[in-house]
């Protein structure tokens, strides 16, 4: 009898994560997309990451959207938005990186009172 080691996904956990990976101070918000490299974390090669996301605005209504790089439309993204004013959406994202692990990211304009961003984990 020998052993026969399965292929296929592994799920890379990062743990208990002491602080947030981006907040509203380094992101941008102005209604555009924007480069978000996570490869000094996941590694600079294409992979489904999780991200967890935490917003909160003055107004409600607003949102986020995450998209792996290279992808032109806004249909296959990974929204997270906010509904009330002052209430909080949390949402863990699925997405893929680029082949060199770049994400791309668009926030809608306004005043943010917080935008967390936190890489849990990802499938290798």
């Known amino acids: 009898m020998f052993y026969h080691r399965r292929v296929g996904l592994q799920w890379i956990d990062r743990g ?11 992101l941008t918000a102005d209604d555009d997309w924007h480069d978000l490299d996570i ?9 489904l ?5 935490n917003l909160k605005d003055n107004t409600g ?3 986020m959207l995450v ?5 032109v439309n ?7 938005g906010t509904v009330k004013a002052d209430k909080t959406c949390a949402r863990n994202l699925l997405v893929y990186t680029d ?9 809608e304009s306004g005043t943010w ?4 961003l936190v890489i849990r984990g990802w499938f290798a």
């Open 16 to 26: 208990d994560v002491a602080a947030v990976d981006y907040n509203v101070s380094s």
């Open 39 to 47: 490869s000094s974390i996941v590694g600079a090669t294409k992979k």
């Open 49 to 53: 990451v999780v991200i967890e996301s």
């Open 61 to 63: 209504g607003k949102e």
């Open 67 to 71: 998209r792996t790089k290279g992808n």
């Open 74 to 80: 806004e249909i296959n993204v990974s929204p997270c």
């Open 99 to 107: 082949e060199n692990g770049v994400v791309q990211y668009k926030i």
């Open 113 to 116: 009172a917080i935008i967390n």
